[in-house]
Every structure is written in C-alpha cells, then in structure tokens.
C-alpha cells in the first residue's frame, strides 16, 4: 500500500487566488454584463521588452543549427547570463558574488518552496505577517509547520506587520531557526530601512538563524536609501540566501526565469554541530531534481541587462509605478488609508470601519466590480486590509479609482 504524505491533507482547501478566482467567477456568471476590473492577483500586463525578444528569437534560430545548437545547459546556468547577474545586480552595488554561488532557475516561487528540501524537517521557522502563502504551505507539506489554530500554525512564528509598528518587523521572542523576509514586501508594498535590516543580519549572526530572503520586487525601489539586496549588509553572506526573479522586473512571468544566492560562507549544521555548506547542499539538490531553464529563456533574460534591454525594462518598471502614485493618490483623496505603493507595486488598503478582509473584498466586487485580494488570506495580521496590485493597464488603473472615488461619494 502506498502512503501518502498526510501533512498534504492539513493544507487549506485551495490556495488564496483560486478561492478569488471562484468568487470573481460566481459574480462574472450572475453579473453578466458588468466589466470587472481585477487588481487582485499579481501578474503583470506589459509585454516583453523587446530587446529581449530579439534575443530570444535569435537563440531560437542557433537551436536550429547544427553548430549552434544546445542540449543540456550547465547546471547552475550559462555563465553568460551569470555573468551579467553578478556584474548588473551585484557588484554595481560593491558586493562581492562568485559565479559558485549564483543558481539560475524558473523563479522565485520554486526556489523559496523548494531550498527547503536542503534544510532540517526540525527546524522551526519565523515569517513577518502578513506573508506570501508559499512560504508557508511549502513549511505545511514538509512537516514542519506544526497544526493549525485559529489561523496560525503552532510550529511558526509570525511576526505582526501591521500600522501599529509601521510594518515594521519586531525581534521575535521564541526562538526561530529559519526566517522568511520578502522586501519590498508582498502584500503591503513596505520596505525595510537599511539599519533595520542590520538589525535582522546581526540577529541572524547572533542565533545561528538563515534568513530567506525573497528580493523579487527588488527593481520597484525608488528610495536611493532602501538596500536591494541583503547582502549590502556586512555579514549577511553568512546568514542569508536572496531569491531573485524575472518575473516581475522584466516580465518574465510566463516565461519563466529567476535565480538564488547561496553564498559559499553560508552554513547549516547536523545535529551533532558539525557545520555544512549549504552551498554545496543545494548545487547537489538541484543537480538532482532540477534540468535547467531553456537556452532561450536565458538569452532572453541576459538581455534585460544589455543597454536597451535595461532601459526598455525600466521603462515598464516607471509605468507600473505610475499606475502605484495613481492609486495611492487616488485612495488618500478618497480619506482611505494606504500603505505601500512608493517602492513596491503593492497598495495596502486598509479597510474603512473596521470592515473584514473577505467582506470588504466582496463589497468592492459587488458594488464597484473591481477585484482586490483580501488581507486576511496572507495571514492573521492581514485582516482588515486589502491589497491592490499596480501590475493592471493604465486605463483600467484610471477607472477603478474613478469607480472607488463615486462609490465612497
Ligand atoms: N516571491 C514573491 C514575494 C512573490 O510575490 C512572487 C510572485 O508573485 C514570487 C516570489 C514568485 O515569483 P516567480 O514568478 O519568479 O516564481
């Protein structure tokens, strides 16, 4: 008889965006005249850059000659694209990144579901709330995360985000082996301040904790002050993996490409105190499980760093953003109060009255059919918030605001 793996049935019924799609569905069929405009889930609208285009059709052309052509690629990526992630997103900013240490993948959502196969199934885990699902669920699949209670795992530990400490995330009290940080952040568009993230790198020193962090709205940043990567912290290359990812900064989200950092320095342990490499740990994990992203894919994302590729992909960057300033300004003329929206392309809406998630979610489908994803669903300190993506069309972006403008009126 073949067992399964029960911690699977603890999971929730479905994940966040498929119960919204649900309800958008429900309303799509008894509301068939109506134009709903989604700022729910997060995938963007713009098409390619061109530049990377070109380089994408022309590596589809090299597959087609016998000279040119390429099977297998390295496996932790061609060093042409490599290359232009450590020179690009690295060292510009005077971090040091060996070639060793760079793992070229299909995104982030991948990477940070899947770097726990290299980590112990003891290791408790520590997540700032509200938080991106994947983190979690992943934890919930592998047995670590415990049982649920009224919405929180026993085995995690969340750590409040929420406008009584400027989303800001305290030092937890219980002790955490492995911690999650997403900046900016995704669902509230924050970010975090250079010496707040010292605070969390030297913690990290100070505990034997790894830190995850998930860079992949790294490119929104505005703020010349706020760090793209944690490893623009002193000692970070000790304690913390970064996920990068494509998708949001050029695109890339049915493509598909991301990559990871996994310093050389960077440590695990057994249980009997020996220290491991876990650099080593996941070039094997991967080398394993793991064949690659297409030749194509990766020509096309060494693009986004040639001259034009970077100004064509920043100017989809500057419209999105744009659409961010339409609707912060747009809410806080409404007296909403909103968070986020200034260096990451989430909107934070916190509900009027006190109003739940779900019930703010659906009276903004029903009233204005404009589709947000409910605080609630990224975890318990995300109720009485709402979050709106920035990722939409121009036009759309306009006419939601106009909508919420005459609804609140
Ligand atoms: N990390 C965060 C915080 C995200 O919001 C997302 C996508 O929405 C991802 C990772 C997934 O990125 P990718 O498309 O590279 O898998």
Not at 234 to 257: D, L, P, Q
């Amino acid at each position: 008889m073949a067992l399964i793996n029960e911690h699977f049935l603890k999971l929730q019924d479905s994940y966040l965006f498929a119960d919204i799609a649900r309800k958008v569905n429900v309303f799509k069929a008894t509301h068939p005249k109506e134009r709903v405009i989604s700022l729910g889930i997060g995938d963007v609208t713009q098409p390619l850059a061109p530049a990377v285009l070109e380089a994408m059709h022309k590596a589809v052309d090299e597959l087609g000659g016998r000279e040119t052509f390429r099977g297998y690629g390295p496996d932790q990526g061609y060093s042409f694209l490599t290359d232009a992630i450590i020179r690009n997103d690295f060292a510009s900013r005077g971090i040091t990144i060996e070639p060793g240490e760079v793992f070229v993948s299909d995104g982030a959502k991948s990477d940070t579901g899947n770097i726990g196969d290299i980590i112990g199934y003891d290791s408790s885990i520590g997540v700032t709330d509200p938080v991106y699902p994947v983190y979690i669920d992943t934890n919930v699949m592998a047995g670590r995360a415990g049982t649920l209670n009224k919405g929180e795992w026993s085995n995690v530990t969340y750590i409040p985000c929420t406008e009584e400490n400027n989303f800001t995330p305290a030092l937890p009290s219980r002790r955490i082996d492995i911690l999650y940080l997403c900046y900016p952040n995704n669902p509230t568009g924050t970010t975090l301040s250079k010496e707040e993230l010292e605070k969390w790198v030297d913690y990290a020193l100070e505990n034997d904790v790894i830190i995850m962090y998930d860079a992949a709205y790294e490119a929104y940043i505005r703020n010349p002050a706020i760090p793209h990567s944690i490893y623009e912290i002193k000692g970070a290359k000790k304690v913390a993996i970064e996920f990068r990812s494509f998708s949001k900064t050029a695109g890339f989200t049915g493509v598909r490409c991301g990559y990871t950092i996994v310093p050389k320095e960077l440590n695990g342990f057994t249980p009997d105190g020996q220290r491991i490499s876990l650099n080593r740990l996941w070039n094997r994990r991967q080398a394993t499980k793991f064949n690659g992203v297409s030749y194509i894919t990766q020509r096309g994302a060494e693009a986004v760093y040639s001259p034009e590729g970077k100004e064509q992909i920043r100017a989809s960057v500057d419209y999105y953003m744009t659409n961010a300033r339409i609707m912060r300004e747009g809410l806080l003329a409404c007296g909403l109060k909103v968070y986020g929206g200034e260096d990451a392309p989430y909107i934070w809406l916190k509900t009027p009255n006190h109003i739940h998630s779900w019930k703010f979610f659906e009276k903004l489908l029903y009233e204005t059919c404009i589709v947000g994803t409910p605080g609630a669903g990224f975890g318990p300190s995300g109720e009485g918030y709402l979050r709106l993506t920035a990722f939409g069309d121009r036009g759309d972006t306009l006419e939601a605001m106009d909508r919420i403008r005459q609804w609140l009126a």
